[in-house]
Structures are given as structure tokens and as C-alpha cells.
């Protein structure tokens, strides 16, 4: 089964429960709406670009 972007479901999922602000998923819902895209993708692409950022965070050393 295809997601509404089109693009194939991913091959293992995890069912996770977290609880978010309620505004801040307002507005996660709304994106998701104005771009026909499901509230998990829209998250699933958050955090991927939140662990791409710190990924690429230099990190800083301790004195030495």
C-alpha cells in the first residue's frame, strides 16, 4: 500500500506513543493537511532532518 505522496511504505515500523503540545500538533496536523501527506510522514521527516542537523553539529571536545 502507497502513501498519499505515492512513495512506498517503509519495510519495518515501530508503533510509538509520545505525547507532543497541543499546539505544536495543531499545527503538524494542518501541514499535513495543506500538503495531502499524512501527520506520520510529516513527523517521520522532522526527525530525520533533526538527526541530519546534529549529525552534522561539529562536536565539541573537552580541555585536553
Known amino acids: 500500500m502507497a502513501t498519499k505522496s505515492g512513495n512506498p511504505p517503509?519495510?519495518?515500523?515501530?508503533?510509538?506513543?509520545?505525547?507532543?503540545?497541543r499546539d505544536l500538533?495543531?499545527?503538524v496536523q494542518h501541514l499535513a493537511l495543506d500538503q495531502d501527506r499524512y501527520v506520520n510522514e510529516?513527523?517521520?521527516e522532522a526527525a530525520k532532518d533533526l538527526l541530519k542537523?546534529?549529525?552534522?553539529?561539529?562536536t565539541k571536545k573537552g580541555p585536553e
Request: proline residues 4%.
Open 10 to 21: 517503509e519495510k519495518r515500523r515501530k508503533v510509538f506513543g509520545l505525547s507532543l503540545d
Open 25 to 27: 500538533m495543531l499545527e
Open 42 to 44: 510529516v513527523i517521520e
Open 53 to 58: 542537523k546534529y549529525r552534522e553539529k561539529p
